[in-house]
């Protein structure tokens, strides 16, 4: 079965400061990996995925995430970190299901908090 | 941008109560989904619908709760009688055929209390 980790419960940095996020999976075939972003109060919003091909992927807000198969890693950056920023980040993968769709197994989350 | 709508965004309930979670997929999805969040957990998959029927569901997902898509638009959420422990944050998503239904949209979630 696949499984998440997210090692960091707590993250803070300062306003303009860089910030990676780390995340590491299981899973037995190449994976499907997300990032979602919780905002206090509201639902995961899709940051951005992992299916294949280039390993460093973009996605919205200017964050990035680069898929390391040898380290069956998934990390979350961003150069320089906004305000806006804080918030909850889960890192997910997608496992096919044989009756269509799939299915997300999410990390415990990432709580950041940016100091201005 | 079309986005995953769900109501009610706050229910609160008794113990032993039936309650029903409403979902308007994206018009275009045709995969379907609910995710539950315990306060302080992390979120757990339930179940996953597709071509009118449930194609996996997990542990949680026992004989108390049931989905249906009652109409071309709604996908619902029935608890037949809430317990304490189901008091969570509801989530809903969809995914369209692209790639075979991998990248999922979340609603807003649906914060259920069972007093």
């Known amino acids: 079965a696949q499984s998440v980790t997210q090692p960091d419960i707590h993250i803070t940095v300062s306003e303009g400061a860089s910030l990676e996020l780390r995340c590491n999976y299981s899973?037995?075939?190449?994976?499907?990996l997300f990032w979602y972003v919780q905002s206090p109060g509201q639902g995961l919003q899709l940051l951005l995925k992992y299916f294949s091909g280039d390993t460093l992927v973009q996605g919205i807000k200017g964050f990035e995430a680069e898929f390391k198969r040898s380290q069956s890693s998934f990390n979350l950056r961003k150069p320089s970190v906004h305000w806006s920023d804080a918030a909850e980040y889960f890192c997910a993968v997608g496992a096919m299901l044989t009756g269509g769709g799939n299915k997300l197994t999410f990390g415990t989350g990432t709580q950041l908090k940016v100091e201005l | 941008e079309p986005e995953v709508t769900q109501t009610p965004s706050h229910q609160v309930t008794q113990m032993g109560q039936e309650v029903i979670l409403r979902c308007v997929p994206i018009?275009?999805?045709?995969?379907f989904y609910w995710y539950r969040q315990i306060l302080g957990q992390k979120v757990e998959f339930l179940v996953s619908f597709y071509n009118n029927e449930i194609s996996e569901k997990s542990e949680i997902f026992d004989d108390q709760f049931s989905v249906e898509r009652p109409d071309g638009s709604n996908f619902t959420l029935k608890i037949r009688s809430t317990k304490l422990e189901d008091s969570a944050m509801y989530f809903c998503?969809?995914?369209?055929?692209?790639?075979?239904?991998?990248?999922?949209?979340f609603g807003p979630g649906t914060r259920l209390l069972v007093l």
């Open positions: 998503a969809s995914s369209d055929q692209a790639s075979s239904g991998v990248t999922q949209y």
């Open positions: 899973y037995g075939a190449t994976p499907y």
């Open positions: 018009s275009n999805h045709l995969y």
